[in-house]
T-cell receptor
Framework: DTGVSQDPRHKITKRGQNVTFRCDPISEHNRLYWYRQTLGQGPEFLTYFQNEAQLEKSRLLSDRFSAERPKGSFSTLEIQRTEQGDSAMYLC????????????FGPGTRLTVT | KNEVEQSPQNLTAQEGEFITINCSYSVGISALHWLQQHPGGGIVSLFMLSSGKKKHGRLIATINIQEKHSSLHITASHPRDSAVYICAVRSIQGAQKLVFGQGTRLTINP
């Protein structure tokens, strides 16, 4: 399978715990995006990497959130001290460089904070 | 006001009907995407448009840059078309992120 993969697919955690999600993009894609989608809403942008550089972060990305892409391949998104409001689907997408690059989405990680 | 607005938010139709979903946006864009999301969350890209019209099977997408409006049409709709359809735009301001509409939940009854 050469698509975008995400792990885990589902995560249930208690409020206050830390969680980490992983995204593996399509191998030749140099751009990687994280989005968050709450129930009944469209996805919202969180952050974007070009290779290993994090080029843009949304104001939605509070200081409890951190994302890395250490070798320009896979990326991790960590949420510290989770809150119930963090419950959402976390989507990863990747694309090839250039203005016309179409984004390909992973299956998402559904986080439930109890 | 959201930068990307879709209508309707919910649409129920009978199998075989012609479906239209509309998307209006308020920013200058470099591209507009139509995406399909099934229960369970996976998102599939249907079209990426910067002008004109594209067709793939029973799906047709059009865009009018001057009016900042796009439509997604489904001909001969089928229950398997039931999904959430999302419009997303990429701004010309240089950011690579997509800005999404809220989605249109489509249900096709047999």
């Amino acid at each position: 399978d050469t698509g975008v993969s995400q792990d885990p697919r589902h995560k249930i955690t208690k409020r206050g715990q830390n969680v980490t999600f992983r995204c593996d993009p399509i191998s030749e894609h140099n751009r990687l995006y994280w989005y968050r989608q709450t129930l009944g809403q469209g996805p919202e942008f969180l952050t974007y990497f070009q290779n290993e550089a994090q080029l843009e972060k949304s104001r939605l990305l509070s200081d409890r959130f951190s994302a890395e892409r250490p070798k320009g391949s896979f990326s991790t998104l960590e949420i510290q001290r989770t809150e119930q409001g963090d419950s959402a689907m976390y989507l990863c997408a990747s694309s090839l460089g250039g203005q016309g690059g179409e984004q390909y989405f992973g299956p998402g990680t559904r986080l439930t904070v109890t | 006001k959201n930068e990307v607005e879709q209508s309707p938010q919910n649409l129920t139709a009978q199998e075989g009907e012609f479906i239209t979903i509309n998307c209006s946006y308020s920013v200058g864009i470099s591209a507009l995407h139509w995406l399909q999301q099934h229960p369970g969350g996976g998102i599939v890209s249907l079209f990426m448009l910067s002008s004109g019209k594209k067709k793939h099977g029973r799906l047709i997408a059009t865009i009018n840059i001057q009016e900042k409006h796009s439509s997604l049409h489904i001909t001969a709709s089928h229950p398997r078309d039931s999904a959430v359809y999302i419009c997303a735009v990429r701004s010309i301001q240089g950011a690579q992120k997509l800005v999404f509409g809220q989605g249109t939940r489509l249900t096709i009854n047999p």
